[in-house]
């Protein structure tokens, strides 16, 4: 086989793999989908602290003296 056939026969076969763009759509699809389940996670778990600010309250006036004050802060 000489170069200008292997050229052709590459061409030719190039133009049968259709739309690539198209073909891969499916995974921007999958991503949007997994990302927006990960971000309605994320907002779920918005002002959870301050939900049962009572009962933190009543826990932190009850355990006020088992809090060690060594200054580190842990």
Known sequence: MTLATIIAIAAEEAEHT???????????????????????VTLSYRNVANRHSHKAEAYAKAHANDVQRSGHGH
Do not use: P
């Open 18 to 40: 259709g739309n690539v763009a198209l073909e891969t759509v499916g995974y921007g699809i999958v991503a949007v989908v997994v990302f927006a389940a990960l971000a309605l």
